[in-house]
């Protein structure tokens, strides 16, 4: 295949039609403009031939009529006014679309985070049914039973699994004589921590009388920290007393607020604690619980993206869980502080509480595009004003003037409504078409595209060789729609496709899909100063269709983003319909 030049070559303009009067047509024709000829009047050698005829020495040239002049500067006005508010709404639309990019970001991780305490949730209900099916558990059970779930490796986070027997307070006595006297293993013979069996509150709680103790009895790993904590009764820490009564009332697991996990007074680290309620034939005798530190939660929760936001996660009750700007010296979490820009709160809800989430985005958020569109915008308007006050001035007739104005207003839409790089419709653009569809019904189907390894052909062969990339990428599209479809560029990596097709768009759809991938996926040859090189990509693609999965535009991206996140994770070069995600 000839190279692709690495480069800004002068792309052609891309126009996609104000109105969509049926469903066959309700998505403009995307079509490439061809270039003006010599003869059109609106293209610069039109006008430079035509401009000759009137110079400065024609009589009556130095005194045009008082309306002339008059229509001379109420253009430019219009022209001026026309470039403020096209900055303005470029600006805006720029806004919303980092706004919705920081939208899916949050959603992702606060997924990921569900999704992480959910796994673990199912580690507490499968010791829970270690108890339930067997007679008796011992130390040395509960102690093999946990070492094999390898807690290091497979678990991130995860400090200690503990069980607490439910004694009422006038029997402590005769349980701690009890766990005391206990027979123990070869490797705890002699424990103090066991021999000497206390129970006691949690490190700075002060001792409340309650009536029934949930003392931990067993626990494991049996290191320094979990032999300590062994005897340590969460009912007399409010804290963890509220937690253990939620989960007697919901019978399901639920997370406590922040608490201290390490005895020693200088250690900041802050956790939280999972409780699960332990009932056999109908009787409750005791909780399983979960340590967890929440920076070890975190760590390695979204893999090694440098992500471009900041968030900071509190409890229930507003205590500081984690912060992604790091800890202090004693280990504790540091607030990210007073931040300017996108932010965006979010409240996940995590077993039977809900922690809040706030994201913030950082200075390089912003894409170049992103960042430059209206400066561009507001330029390019001012160069188009200056060139209809050049012409006008020169005396060019009436008619040459009113076609450069119609000419230099399309230019200034075109730059608000089409991406920068590619010449495709942008996002703004793309919503703005797709929710006027998804209010006149019908049915048409929505296709997320996201292109897998770009970011690692940016990162080996430069932004010039990616944005040639991404041109190239761009053209394949194109060519693999019909005229009744519009393909659009959202940002980054991502592009939309809508497919038009009153009959059977889940079927038109998957075709499409599935020749996009397969067509994106052929190697691509980009011309560098060197020569050319190759590169590969992918593409996982998911599909939504209306009205199945949405009956608004906002709710077809979103179910959209939700399939192309499952085809992600399924392993990418795939594609996926909303409807099956949502059923499984």
């Avoid at 005194?63 to 470039?83: S, Y």
């Avoid at 619980?289 to 390695?300: V, W, Y």
């Avoid at 790089?421 to 653009?429: C, D, E, F, I």
Wanted: proline share 7%.
């Amino acid at each position: 295949a000839e190279p692709i030049p690495c480069g800004y070559p002068r792309r052609t303009p891309i126009s996609v039609a104000a109105d969509w009067p049926s469903l066959g047509n309700r998505f403009a024709n995307v079509r490439e403009a061809t270039a003006h000829g010599v003869d059109d009047p609106r293209s610069g050698k039109g006008i430079l031939r035509i401009l000759p005829g009137v110079d400065q020495g024609e009589p009556g040239a130095a005194e045009r009529p008082r309306a002339w002049r008059v229509g001379v500067v109420l253009i430019l006005l219009f022209l001026v006014l026309g470039t403020v508010v096209a900055t303005w709404q470029t600006g805006r639309s720029m806004r919303a679309s980092q706004q919705q990019r920081l939208e899916m970001e949050a959603a992702r991780i606060d997924t990921a985070v569900q999704q992480r305490l959910h796994a673990y949730e199912e580690v507490l209900l499968g010791c829970s049914g270690l108890f339930v099916a067997s007679d008796v558990v011992t130390r040395s059970d509960w102690s093999d039973y946990v070492d094999a779930l390898d807690l290091d490796e497979r678990y991130p986070g995860l400090l200690s699994l503990s069980f607490m027997p439910a004694i009422p307070t006038a029997e402590l006595p005769a349980f701690t004589a009890a766990v005391r006297r206990e027979q123990l293993p070869p490797e705890l013979a002699g424990a103090p921590e066991i021999t000497g069996f206390t129970v006691h509150p949690p490190h700075g709680v002060t001792p409340s009388d309650q009536p029934i103790s949930a003392p931990i009895l067993y626990i494991a790993p049996l290191d320094k920290g979990g032999l300590s904590a062994l005897g340590l009764d969460p009912m007399q820490d409010p804290t963890r007393r509220a937690a253990l009564e939620r989960s007697d009332r919901t019978g399901s697991p639920v997370v406590s607020s922040r608490v201290r996990l390490i005895d020693d007074p200088a250690d900041g680290r802050v956790g939280f604690v999972a409780f699960l309620p332990m009932k056999k034939d109908g009787k409750q005798f005791g909780w399983l619980s979960a340590a967890f530190l929440a920076e070890q939660f975190m760590d390695g929760l979204l893999g090694d993206v440098d992500l471009p936001i900041d968030f900071e996660i509190e409890d229930d009750a507003g205590n500081l869980l984690y912060s992604t700007n790091g800890l202090a010296e004693d280990g504790s979490p540091r607030r990210l502080g007073e931040l300017d820009g996108l932010t965006l709160d979010t409240r996940p809800e995590l077993s039977g509480t809900h922690w809040r989430v706030h994201y913030a985005a950082t200075a390089d958020f912003a894409t170049p595009t992103e960042e430059l569109a209206p400066f561009f915008v507001a330029f390019g308007g001012f160069l188009v004003t200056l060139l209809v006050y050049v012409v006008a001035t020169t005396g060019a007739g009436w008619r040459h003037r009113a076609l450069l104005l119609e000419r230099s207003e399309s230019e200034v839409r075109h730059l608000a409504t089409h991406d920068q790089l590619t010449g495709l419709p942008n996002r703004a653009l793309f919503l703005d078409r797709l929710e006027e569809a998804a209010s006149r019904g019908g049915m048409f189907a929505l296709a997320y595209v996201d292109i897998d390894g770009f970011k690692q052909v940016n990162d080996s062969h430069g932004h010039r060789v990616g944005d040639a990339l991404l041109i190239a990428i761009a053209g394949r599209m194109q060519s693999r729609i019909r005229s009744s479809d519009l393909v659009a560029r959202i940002g980054g990596d991502e592009f939309a496709v809508v497919v038009a097709d009153p009959s059977t768009p889940p079927r038109r759809a998957l075709d499409i899909a599935e020749d996009l991938v397969t067509r994106l996926g052929e190697p691509y040859a980009i011309a560098v100063d060197e020569g050319a090189v190759e590169v590969s990509i992918g593409a996982s693609i998911g599909i939504a269709t209306h009205p199945a999965d949405g009956s608004t535009g906002d709710d077809l991206v979103h179910a959209a983003d939700r399939a192309m996140l499952a085809a992600k994770r399924a392993g990418r070069g795939r594609l996926m319909l909303a409807s099956d995600v949502d059923r499984g």
